[in-house]
């Protein structure tokens, strides 16, 4: 019964550092989204799985930006080399995957870029 | 290509009064629209769809919204305001999750 968990909650990174931002999506949801979140913003798409296939990826702002869910459950979203525009709040979501089944977002991390 | 305007930025309203925050919506087709909510330091939380049929939908925790083709809005209203609401909100159009557009939202303060 638990939710979209994330994690880590906050991070710092040093500039041209790697992270890595985990999601663990309710159990049995075949779909999972992730966004971000500029302060002051809405969350922006950034890319879609369909189980472990990833179906849209076309909101990566870069190619240091990579998302991975290989076993169709748990997603990692990768960010190589940060820069300081990253700096915002990732936000992960799951859905059944039926169409127009409901978003059931994670807290979000927020990653800060110094 | 669809896009979604949320005018008013911040509101303040007192407790107990009546709320109305505004979405504006720009799709070629029917569109489908959410209402979500989101509280300091949490993920987003649906407050209400709409998919077609009766154009006011209800909500939870007393939200309500209506669906104006005419003038391509989805405003949301709460009749009577509770300090528990402060939160921002933020209005979304998609025709399938994938492509879930997000306004920019409104941070709803509310005096005591």
């Known amino acids: 019964g638990a939710g979209v968990s994330q994690s880590p909650r906050y991070k710092v990174a040093k500039r041209g550092q790697d992270v890595a931002l985990r999601c663990d999506p309710i159990?049995?949801?075949?779909?999972l989204f992730w966004y971000q979140q500029a302060l002051g913003q809405g969350p922006e798409f950034l890319t879609y799985?369909?189980?472990?296939?990833?179906?849209?990826k076309s909101g990566l702002p870069s190619d240091r930006f990579f998302a991975e869910r290989p076993e169709g459950s748990v997603s990692t979203l990768k960010i190589q080399r940060t820069q300081q525009e990253d700096s915002a709040v990732y936000l992960c979501?799951?859905?059944?995957?039926?169409?127009?089944?409901?978003?059931?977002f994670g807290n979000g991390t927020r990653l800060t870029v110094t | 290509a669809q896009s979604v305007t949320q005018p008013d930025i911040h509101i303040t309203v007192s407790e107990g009064a009546s709320l109305e925050l505004r979405c504006n919506y720009s799709?070629?087709?029917?569109?489908?629209l959410f209402w979500y909510v989101q509280s300091p330091g949490q993920g987003l939380q649906l407050l209400l769809k709409?998919?077609?049929?009766?154009?006011l939908v209800q909500g939870i925790k007393g939200f309500e919204a209506e669906f104006k083709r005419s003038q391509s809005s989805f405003n949301l209203r709460k009749p009577s305001v509770h300090w528990s609401d402060a939160a921002e909100y933020f209005c979304?159009?998609?025709?399938?999750?994938?492509?879930?557009?997000f306004g920019a939202g409104t941070r709803l303060t509310v005096k005591p």
């Open positions: 979501a799951s859905s059944l995957g039926e169409v127009h089944s409901p978003l059931h």
């Open positions: 159990s049995g949801h075949v779909s």
């Open positions: 799985f369909q189980n472990e296939a990833q179906l849209d």
């Open positions: 799709y070629g087709a029917t569109p489908y």
């Open positions: 709409y998919f077609s049929g009766d154009t």
């Open positions: 979304a159009v998609a025709p399938n999750n994938n492509d879930m557009r």
